[in-house]
Nanobody, 127 residues
Framework: QVQLVESGGGLVQAGGSLRLSCAAS????????MAWFRQAPGKERDFVSA????????YYGESVKGRFTISRDNARNTVYLQMNGLKPEDTAVYYC????????????????????WGKGTLVTVSS
C-alpha cells in the first residue's frame, strides 16, 4: 500500500519555524516531483512548493517565497518543508503530494497532476 505521511505540524507563534516531513512508503518516489499544498479553513487548497525528482528545481507560491524551503532525501524517500518566519495566515492543513509524471523537470504547481496525497498535518500560527 502506497502511503505519504506528513509530520511536523503543530502550534507556533508568529515569527517561529517548523519543519514538515513527508515520508513515503510502499514505493519509491525518487523519479517523481513532490509538492506541498495547503488548505486554510474555509478556503481552497493552494500550492505551496514543489521540488523536481532530482532536486534540481524548486518552486514556491508567491506568499511563501523567501520564507519556506523545500528539500528531499531520495535515499530516505522523504520530502521536507522548512518554514521560517511563520505568519498567522500560514495557518492551514499542509498536504504532501506526488507528481504522476516520471523524470519531469518542468514547473510543478498544479494539484491535477498529483496522483498520491497524504492526509495532511495541521499548522497553526498564533499572533
Amino acid at each position: 500500500q502506497v502511503q505519504l505521511v506528513e509530520s511536523g505540524g503543530g502550534l507556533v507563534q508568529a515569527g517561529g519555524s517548523l519543519r514538515l516531513s513527508c515520508a513515503a512508503s510502499g514505493r519509491t518516489f525518487s523519479s517523481n516531483a513532490m509538492a506541498w499544498f495547503r488548505q486554510a479553513p474555509g478556503k481552497e487548497r493552494d500550492f505551496v512548493s514543489a521540488i523536481t525528482w532530482n532536486g534540481g528545481n524548486t518552486y514556491y507560491g508567491e506568499s511563501v517565497k523567501g520564507r519556506f524551503t523545500i528539500s528531499r532525501d531520495n535515499a530516505r524517500n522523504t520530502v521536507y518543508l522548512q518554514m521560517n518566519g511563520l505568519k498567522p495566515e500560514d495557518t492551514a492543513v499542509y498536504y504532501c503530494a506526488a507528481d504522476s509524471r516520471v523524470y519531469y523537470s518542468g514547473r510543478v504547481y498544479s494539484e491535477r497532476v498529483m496522483n498520491y496525497w497524504g492526509k495532511g498535518t495541521l499548522v497553526t500560527v498564533s499572533s
